[in-house]
């Protein structure tokens, strides 16, 4: 069972202006190769864009993206995959931000009232209106880094939830005292559930991925919860390290199956094989 709607984080100048700041290159040097006035790249990243096939295929070419998912991105109509599989439930909690939404995401046994929360939204009573009334429990907190729309809401769910360990990325000052710092390559169990650290930075130095599993059932596809490493249609800006962010996105696109649900900190629902065939930056 998986509760879904929000719109991509991402439009077509998100997605070139991400694409130059990995590049390096301004928008005169893309107009340049591209073969397009630099003013309508300006437009395009103010999003009043409207290009032709053709030059969506130059500034495919230019910036290394995949043109199939750029091409999709400027018509309106990137692919959505049906999410299933999942040996558990996965409630998505959106929250406004900017024009879009902020996620955090519960995983539990379907008809159980305890689950296990990744990010904490921008505030605590924004989450609670949409948190499951039948998750009344928690066996653990997990943030995948510190930004203000993925923890704004911790301090006080912490109050409610005074037991309950958190863990978080290594080489945060800022989480709760009795947090726990997990590395790469940290494993939890918590019930069914195996919950396995991937360190992922590029977007800030500090950031993790968790990759949720049930060991029990093989066949059931795991949940990579992203942060912003990953979205539909899109990656998180790399504020930290370009390199990094380049480096953990290909270890997410080598080391994991196709089948992996993404469940990324901002926009809808994805999976692996979705994002390699579609995504503009997943080559």
Same mark, same amino acid.
């Given at each position: 069972?998986?509760?879904?709607?929000?719109?991509?984080?991402?439009?077509?100048?998100?997605?070139?202006?991400?694409?130059?700041?990995?590049?390096?290159?301004?928008?005169?040097?893309?107009?340049?190769?591209?073969?397009?006035?630099?003013?309508?790249?300006?437009? =395009?990243?103010?999003?009043? +864009?409207?290009?032709?096939?053709?030059? !969506?295929?130059?500034? @495919?070419? /230019? %910036?290394?993206?995949?043109?199939?998912?750029?091409?999709?991105?400027?018509?309106?109509?990137?692919?959505?995959?049906?999410?299933?599989?999942?040996?558990?439930?996965?409630?998505?909690?959106?929250?406004?931000?900017?024009?879009?939404?902020?996620?955090?995401?519960?995983?539990?046994?379907?008809?159980?009232?305890?689950?296990?929360?990744?990010?904490?939204?921008?505030?605590?009573?924004?989450?609670?209106?949409?948190?499951?009334?039948?998750?009344?429990?928690?066996?653990?907190?997990?943030?995948?880094?510190?930004?203000?729309?993925?923890?704004?809401?911790?301090?006080?769910?912490?109050?409610?939830?005074? =037991?309950?360990?958190?863990? +978080?990325?290594?080489?945060?000052?800022? !989480?709760?005292?009795? @947090?726990? /710092? %997990?590395?790469?390559?940290?494993?939890?169990?918590?019930?069914?559930?195996?919950?396995?650290?991937?360190?992922?930075?590029?977007?800030?130095?500090?950031?993790?991925?968790?990759?949720?599993?049930?060991?029990?059932?093989?066949?059931?596809?795991?949940?990579?919860?992203?942060?912003?490493?990953?979205?539909?249609?899109?990656?998180?800006?790399?504020?930290?390290?370009?390199?990094?962010?380049?480096?953990?996105?290909?270890?997410?696109?080598?080391?994991?199956?196709?089948?992996?649900?993404?469940?990324?900190?901002?926009?809808?629902?994805?999976?692996?094989?979705?994002?390699?065939?579609?995504?503009?930056?997943?080559?």
């Amino acid at each position: 069972m998986v509760i879904e709607y929000a719109p991509l984080e991402d439009e077509l100048g998100d997605v070139l202006d991400k694409a130059m700041r990995h590049q390096g290159i301004s928008e005169f040097t893309l107009a340049s190769t591209a073969q397009i006035p630099a003013e309508r790249i300006r437009d =395009a990243i103010d999003y009043r +864009g409207d290009f032709s096939r053709e030059e !969506l295929q130059r500034l @495919a070419r /230019a %910036l290394s993206l995949n043109e199939v998912g750029l091409q999709a991105l400027a018509q309106g109509r990137y692919p959505r995959p049906e999410i299933s599989g999942l040996p558990f439930c996965l409630y998505p909690l959106r929250t406004p931000h900017g024009i879009g939404v902020a996620n955090a995401y519960l995983v539990a046994e379907c008809g159980s009232n305890t689950g296990v929360l990744f990010d904490a939204g921008l505030n605590y009573a924004q989450i609670r209106r949409v948190w499951p009334r039948s998750l009344v429990n928690l066996n653990a907190i997990f943030v995948t880094h510190v930004e203000q729309e993925h923890v704004g809401g911790l301090e006080a769910l912490c109050k409610d939830y005074p =037991a309950v360990p958190v863990f +978080g990325p290594k080489a945060i000052s800022s !989480l709760p005292t009795h @947090a726990t /710092a %997990l590395g790469e390559g940290s494993t939890l169990t918590f019930g069914r559930f195996q919950i396995q650290v991937r360190h992922t930075p590029g977007h800030v130095a500090a950031h993790n991925s968790y990759l949720v599993s049930v060991p029990s059932l093989p066949s059931g596809a795991a949940v990579f919860v992203s942060g912003d490493l990953l979205f539909a249609g899109s990656i998180g800006g790399a504020y930290h390290c370009h390199r990094q962010l380049r480096e953990s996105l290909r270890r997410l696109a080598n080391e994991l199956p196709d089948s992996t649900v993404i469940a990324p900190g901002h926009g809808p629902l994805t999976t692996l094989s979705n994002e390699r065939q579609f995504n503009p930056f997943l080559l």
